[in-house]
Nanobody
């Protein structure tokens, strides 16, 4: 099975930056859609960034465009989320997720129900 493990969360003041990492194991090809999701207390989980590991442009939620960047290091089997200009509303538990797919399934909006591999999350807290 695919295993995902997030790291890099923490507490930061508004305007600061954090970089989250997601170490992946248990797979041997690049036919996966991978993404970052977050969930704040009392709110539903939302997709914030997505990328096709086999090659394709990234997709972002409007709330993080221009501030967050998703990237990958295939040699290290690691997915990253660089978060800049953080706001208090970014406070949430952040999750890394993946599902096996062809590129076209990963080229549009988030398909949260399709993601079947999930990490346990890393907490991000942004103070004013």
């Amino acid at each position: 099975q695919v295993k995902l493990e997030e790291s890099g969360g923490g507490s930061v003041q508004a305007g600061g930056s954090l970089r989250l990492s997601c170490a992946a194991s248990g797979y041997s090809d690049r036919n996966y859609c991978m993404g970052w999701f977050r969930q704040a207390p009392g709110k539903e989980r939302e997709g914030i960034a997505q990328i096709y590991i086999g090659g394709g442009s990234a997709y972002y939620a409007d709330s993080v465009k221009g501030r967050f960047t998703i990237s990958q290091d295939n040699a290290k089997n690691t997915l990253y989320l660089q978060m800049n200009s953080l706001k208090p509303e970014d406070t949430a538990m952040y999750y890394c997720a993946a599902y096996r797919a062809s590129w076209w399934a990963c080229s549009g909006g988030f398909r949260q129900s399709a993601y079947n591999y999930w990490g346990h999350g890393t907490q991000v807290t942004v103070s004013s």
